[in-house]
């Protein structure tokens, strides 16, 4: 009598992907979940919101000059990176290069279009890893030193990658958004 080893190999086919199913799930487990908190808000906040932020941008710089140097390059309230994967802006970004391996510094003045006056701002601004946040760099009004409404700080990098400057600024109710991404060298 012959045998037949069909069934064998449908069992061992079944068997086998049954397993490698069972291992990706399990491997999938393992692995941090990074959320993505552009604007300081959950990305399911920014999609739903999204309009309205950058409404709320608009509104802000025709009431407001914005001014944030970083190490001494000076941005504007920028959320064009929003857009781009980190590839591209290593080709063609403006933004390459803007933070430094160790020391960093940070300045912000905000003057009203009209009257030239340096604003009082409320800063909630974050730097952090585009692959992680458990570098996230935190900084608010406690971290600034405020000299007649001109805001400084400093802050360490103490990895070379790819970064996010994000926060926003709020001025007499009035938000703007900030979303710049770089790396450190």
Do not use: C
Not at 8 to 30: D, E, P
Not at 32 to 57: G, H, K
Not at 62 to 77: E, I, T
């Amino acid at each position: 009598m012959k045998r037949n080893y069909w069934p064998l190999l449908f069992i061992s086919i079944f068997s086998f992907t049954l397993g490698m199913i069972i291992w990706t799930v399990m491997s999938a487990i393992k692995l941090p979940v990074n959320e993505d908190e552009s604007f300081l808000r959950s990305y399911q906040d920014v999609d739903a919101n999204y309009n309205s932020i950058m409404i709320s941008n608009q509104v802000f710089l025709k009431k407001y000059n914005f001014s944030l140097d970083v190490n001494d390059k000076n941005f504007g309230l920028t959320t064009e990176d929003i857009k781009y994967s980190q590839r591209v802006l290593e080709k063609k970004s403006e933004h390459k290069n803007i933070l430094k391996y160790g020391l960093n510094k940070i300045l912000l003045v905000v003057r009203d279009k009209i009257t030239n006056e340096k604003k009082s701002v409320n800063i909630a601004l974050k730097i952090t890893k585009s692959i992680s946040n458990k570098s996230d760099i935190l900084l608010s009004n406690e971290n600034f030193k405020n000299n007649d409404k001109q805001y400084t700080s400093t802050f360490e990098i103490t990895d070379k990658n790819n970064w996010n400057i994000t926060g926003t600024f709020e001025v007499d109710g009035i938000t703007g958004s900030l979303f710049i991404k770089t790396n450190a060298i």
